[in-house]
């Protein structure tokens, strides 16, 4: 009989999570039975989304929520033999007993030199969400400016290095000089430090004269309400996050964004990874061949340790990552 350990939301966060909202657990795992199978994990993934999500989709006591690699060590079904790999989506668990239902399996030929750690960012959700925002809700064409937020996490290292393979002027922005220089090695044309900089517009203005085309934003709240008056005629906004506002304890308020968004004719469109799941396969089998290549960092923020997960949780939010936070267990 296996002893799982779990994270659990000891209280709602109240503004910027702090560790004692956590508490860890013993669970005991029944034996598998037929169908099911025992996991245990390799990978978990610290995501922004646990923030605003654990208000809305948790109550106290709960199991964090979120996704994993991991191994298949003991099983019942054949679909997921021993020794084989899954994407599960059983949240902060050490070890994990279920019938295969919504577990996705990482392909066989996965291959050896690429980390599996991988499956949680850039070959996988955050990396999903990378191209088929720019894909899908920018429609991003060749010779276009692109503006990225949170350049310098798993989203935003993903989309801007897309759009410079897809021929774009790419300006990303981040919140350390160290993570600056990262963007302008994988070939932003400019990067600025958010927090550094006098001024947002006119940094805005001068890295791109002649106005964005596209503006990704992982950030929202104030950052928003400056590029507005500095997208092109028919720009296109795709609004994939908000971390400037998860913590918040009261909702921000204005500049509102209605006049430029009529004036310049924009189209601004919130959207979820998932619309495009069932282009998944093929969206993946792209991103893998880019990383082969050599076309798409590999940079990860690994925190070693199940035992870490809510410093991992609150390290990311508090901007320790560049690329896509993870934790090895
Ligand atoms: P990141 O890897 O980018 O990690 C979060 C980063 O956000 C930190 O490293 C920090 O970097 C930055 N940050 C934190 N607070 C602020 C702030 N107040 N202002 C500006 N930047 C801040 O996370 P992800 O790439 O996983 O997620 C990026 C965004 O995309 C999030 O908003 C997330 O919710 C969203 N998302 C949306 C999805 C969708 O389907 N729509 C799917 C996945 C993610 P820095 O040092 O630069 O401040």
Same mark, same amino acid.
């Given at each position: 009989m296996v002893v799982a350990q779990v994270w659990t939301l000891q209280r709602h966060f109240v503004g910027f999570p702090k560790l004692n909202d956590f508490e860890l657990k013993d669970e005991q795992l029944p034996e598998p039975k037929?169908?099911?199978?025992? #996991?245990?994990?390799?990978? $978990?993934?610290?995501?922004?989304?646990?923030?605003?999500?654990?208000?809305?989709?948790?109550?106290?006591?709960?199991?964090? =929520? +979120?996704?994993? @690699?991991?191994?298949? =060590?003991?099983?019942?079904?054949?679909?997921?033999?021993? !020794?084989?790999?899954?994407? %599960?989506?059983?949240?902060?668990?050490?070890?994990?007993?279920?019938? !295969?239902?919504? $577990?996705?399996?990482?392909? $066989?030929?996965?291959?050896?030199?690429?980390? #599996?750690? $991988?499956a949680l960012g850039t070959i996988g959700m955050p990396g999903l969400t990378a191209l088929h925002g720019l894909e899908e809700v920018c429609e991003i064409k060749k010779?276009?400016?692109?503006?990225? *937020?949170?350049? %310098? +996490?798993? @989203?935003?290292?993903?989309?801007?290095? =897309?759009?410079?393979?897809?021929?774009?002027?790419? @300006?990303g922005c981040a919140g350390t000089d160290a993570k600056v220089a990262y963007l302008k090695d994988l070939g932003f044309d400019h990067a600025f430090n958010y927090k550094t900089v006098s001024s947002l517009e006119q940094t805005l203005r001068k890295s791109a004269p002649d106005g964005?085309?596209?503006?990704?934003? *992982?950030? +929202?709240?104030?950052?928003?309400?400056?590029?507005?008056?500095?997208?092109?005629?028919? +720009?296109?906004?795709?609004?994939?996050?908000?971390?400037?506002?998860?913590?918040?304890?009261?909702?921000?308020? !204005?500049p509102y964004m209605q006049s430029h968004i009529i004036s310049k004719q924009l189209r601004m469109e919130g959207f979820l990874a998932e619309r495009w799941e069932h282009n998944n396969q093929e969206a993946l089998k792209r991103m893998m061949a880019w990383v082969k290549e050599g076309k798409l960092s590999r940079t990860e923020h690994v925190t070693e340790g199940f035992s870490n997960m809510p410093a991992a949780f609150i390290g990311m939010l508090s901007g320790d990552n560049t690329g896509k936070a993870v934790v090895k267990v």
């Open positions: 037929h169908g099911e199978v025992l #996991l245990a994990a390799v990978f $978990l993934s610290v995501d922004p989304y646990m923030r605003p999500y654990s208000s809305t989709r948790m109550k106290e006591g709960d199991v964090l =929520i +979120g996704a994993q @690699v991991a191994k298949v =060590i003991q099983s019942c079904n054949p679909s997921f033999p021993v !020794g084989s790999h899954v994407v %599960a989506l059983c949240g902060w668990r050490s070890h994990y007993v279920c019938d !295969g239902t919504g $577990l996705t399996p990482l392909p $066989l030929d996965w291959p050896q030199d690429v980390p #599996l750690s $991988l010779g276009e400016t692109l503006l990225v *937020n949170g350049a %310098a +996490g798993a @989203v935003g290292s993903v989309v801007g290095q =897309i759009a410079k393979l897809k021929g774009c002027t790419v @300006v964005y085309d596209c503006y990704f934003d *992982n950030v +929202g709240g104030e950052f928003s309400s400056v590029v507005m008056p500095l997208m092109k005629q028919f +720009g296109r906004i795709a609004v994939c996050g908000s971390i400037s506002t998860y913590n918040d304890m009261a909702p921000q308020k !204005g």
